[in-house]
């Protein structure tokens, strides 16, 4: 296995090893809020949350993908990224605390005026974080980012223990936000030496490129939020509460653990940016690393949400069940078009990406304002499946442009879903009986169906997939990083 394929697949592990500790630490978060908290609670989160991402997206740059894609970065391109950063997020700080008052007005809801002001310092805390850390994404070296976004986790998740224990509200999640601000931004100063100064000297060449990066992170919000959005103009306030913590829970395979795994792949696109043959081989062994990973995932959430939900969110949740099934439709979208999207930044094509995003979005937000249905389990999922549809366009838009050949692609894909279909077939058939403690029915399904799925996983790869290169190429990747793990074990 190659050095590169060894950096990559080291850097995807520990990323997935630190989203998997942060993840249970949220899990945890989750399970102690969600009975604490009113669905009007996580409502006002949602629009707190909702806007400052916003206002995160108009800052947003593109430094990292900036400096990540650049063949060699200097000082002058780390601080002149650090500035324009800096100069932005203050200048959009200042428009949100004086927008406050309108917003709050705008949702009739004056509580939101001292939530937004204190949660807007995150936009000051995060722009003044050290760019030398980038560096250590060029390098595909994570294991100072691993601890740095540890600490940075464990940080806002004691945080909000202390105060929903205290004072059980909204401003528990709100705190914590602004902590994990905070501990990111001296984590970055000790972590690495540089030490970042004003300069603008390369302004120009930045900007010629993040200028789309920031138009693309824009309609990629609302694209992603815009029915969250919605929701809360449509429906009522426990609504939105509702469908943005069953949204949330129902998206983490793909945000906290399947897209940080990948993400070093980025990289590992751009070294292949010259050859179309060896990018679309490299795209196509990632989309089989993320289906493998998220079609039982999916399958799994479609037909079991109940324990899910009694599980995570506990049983006063149970209204949202449908909710849950709807929103693994939406998850299997989201994390299929990574890659898709990575392809096309590694090929400096960030304009047609932006082309892309501009159509999806109007497309998706038209047909929500026109058809959003009549309850909020249908909202959910339409939006589903227009996340799914565009997905797919998007697909053969890659297709063009970097030739993946449809016909091999979804020859390497379409037995997974098979493996994750038969896999609930399985359980079907065993006709298990209904146990009344909601954790261990899930870990009993859970085991019974990955079992079944990892069975029929085995078999598809012996019959089918030991012949294809992408095939063995994961299977030596595993077993490399296994040999790996258990000699610095020994």
């Given at each position: 296995?190659?050095?590169?394929?060894?950096?990559?697949?080291?850097?995807?592990?520990?990323?997935?090893?630190?989203?998997?500790?942060?993840?249970?630490?949220?899990?945890?978060?989750?399970?102690?809020?969600?009975?604490?908290?009113?669905?009007?609670?996580?409502?006002?989160?949602?629009?707190?949350?909702?806007?400052?991402?916003?206002?995160?997206?108009?800052?947003?740059?593109?430094?990292?993908?900036?400096?990540?894609?650049?063949?060699?970065?200097?000082?002058?391109?780390?601080?002149?990224?650090?500035?324009?950063?800096?100069?932005?997020?203050?200048?959009?700080?200042?428009?949100?605390?004086?927008?406050?008052?309108?917003?709050?007005?705008?949702?009739?809801?004056?509580?939101?005026?001292?939530?937004?002001?204190?949660?807007?310092?995150?936009?000051?805390?995060?722009?003044?974080?050290?760019?030398?850390?980038?560096?250590?994404?060029?390098?595909?070296?994570?294991?100072?980012?691993?601890?740095?976004?540890?600490?940075?986790?464990?940080?806002?998740?004691?945080?909000?223990?202390?105060?929903?224990?205290?004072?059980?509200?909204?401003?528990?999640?709100?705190?914590?936000?602004?902590?994990?601000?905070?501990?990111?931004?001296?984590?970055?100063?000790?972590?690495?030496?540089?030490?970042?100064?004003?300069?603008?000297?390369?302004?120009?060449?930045?900007?010629?490129?993040?200028?789309?990066?920031?138009?693309?992170?824009?309609?990629?919000?609302?694209?992603?939020q815009i029915d969250t959005i919605l929701v809360s103009k449509f429906f009522n306030a426990g609504d939105l509460g509702r469908y943005h913590l069953v949204r949330g829970v129902a998206v983490l395979p793909s945000t906290d653990i399947i897209l940080p795994a990948v993400q070093p792949l980025l990289a590992a696109f751009s070294q292949s940016k010259h050859n179309l043959a060896a990018l679309a081989y490299k795209v196509r062994l990632t989309l089989l690393m993320i289906v493998v990973t998220i079609s039982p995932i999916c399958f799994f959430m479609w037909n079991h949400p109940g324990p899910i939900v009694d599980v995570l969110l506990g049983s006063q949740w149970q209204n949202t069940y449908t909710l849950m099934m709807y929103f693994s439709i939406l998850l299997f979208a989201f994390v299929f078009e990574q890659p898709l999207s990575d392809c096309f930044i590694a090929l400096g094509k960030v304009k047609p990406l932006f082309y892309y995003d501009l159509i999806s979005v109007v497309g998706i937000t038209g047909l929500l304002v026109?058809?959003?249905?009549?309850?909020?389990?249908?909202?959910?999922?339409?939006?589903?499946?227009?996340?799914?549809?565009?997905?797919?366009?998007?697909?053969?838009?890659?297709?063009?442009?970097?030739?993946?050949?449809?016909?091999?692609?979804?020859?390497?894909?379409?037995?997974?879903?098979?493996?994750?279909?038969?896999?609930?077939?399985?359980?079907?058939?065993?006709?298990?009986?209904?146990?009344?403690?909601?954790?261990?029915?899930?870990?009993?399904?859970?085991?019974?169906?990955?079992?079944?799925?990892?069975?029929?996983?085995?078999?598809?790869?012996?019959?089918?997939?030991?012949?294809?290169?992408?095939?063995?190429?994961?299977?030596?990747?595993?077993?490399?990083?296994?040999?790996?793990?258990?000699?610095?074990?020994?």
């Open positions: 296995m190659t050095t590169l394929s060894q950096k990559v697949l080291t850097s995807s592990l520990l990323l997935l090893s630190a989203r998997m500790i942060q993840r249970g630490l949220g899990l945890v978060s989750t399970l102690v809020l969600a009975r604490l908290l009113t669905p009007n609670d996580f409502g006002i989160v949602a629009i707190v949350a909702l806007t400052i991402a916003l206002f995160e997206i108009l800052s947003n740059t593109g430094s990292i993908l900036y400096l990540t894609q650049k063949q060699d970065v200097s000082d002058m391109d780390l601080n002149t990224a650090w500035t324009i950063d800096l100069l932005l997020k203050s200048a959009l700080w200042l428009l949100l605390i004086g927008a406050t008052p309108y917003i709050a007005d705008f949702y009739d809801n004056p509580t939101l005026i001292d939530a937004f002001f204190v949660v807007s310092f995150v936009l000051i805390f995060k722009a003044g974080a050290n760019p030398g850390i980038i560096l250590y994404r060029r390098a595909l070296e994570y294991k100072k980012l691993f601890l740095l976004t540890l600490i940075e986790k464990v940080v806002s998740f004691c945080v909000v223990m202390i105060i929903v224990f205290v004072t059980p509200s909204f401003w528990a999640i709100i705190w914590g936000d602004l902590a994990a601000a905070i501990s990111m931004l001296i984590g970055s100063y000790l972590l690495h030496p540089f030490r970042p100064r004003l300069n603008l000297s390369r302004f120009q060449e930045q900007w010629s490129f993040s200028q789309w990066i920031l138009f693309k992170g824009l309609l990629g919000f609302f694209r992603s026109v058809f959003p249905g009549d309850t909020l389990e249908e909202f959910a999922l339409r939006r589903g499946l227009l996340g799914l549809g565009f997905t797919s366009l998007f697909f053969i838009y890659t297709e063009r442009m970097v030739n993946l050949s449809y016909i091999y692609t979804f020859s390497l894909l379409l037995p997974l879903l098979g493996c994750a279909y038969l896999a609930e077939m399985v359980l079907k058939l065993l006709s298990l009986p209904s146990i009344e403690n909601p954790l261990i029915s899930l870990c009993s399904l859970t085991l019974l169906y990955f079992v079944a799925y990892g069975m029929f996983l085995l078999i598809s790869y012996y019959a089918f997939y030991q012949k294809t290169e992408e095939g063995r190429q994961i299977k030596g990747l595993i077993f490399s990083n296994i040999k790996t793990l258990s000699a610095k074990i020994r």
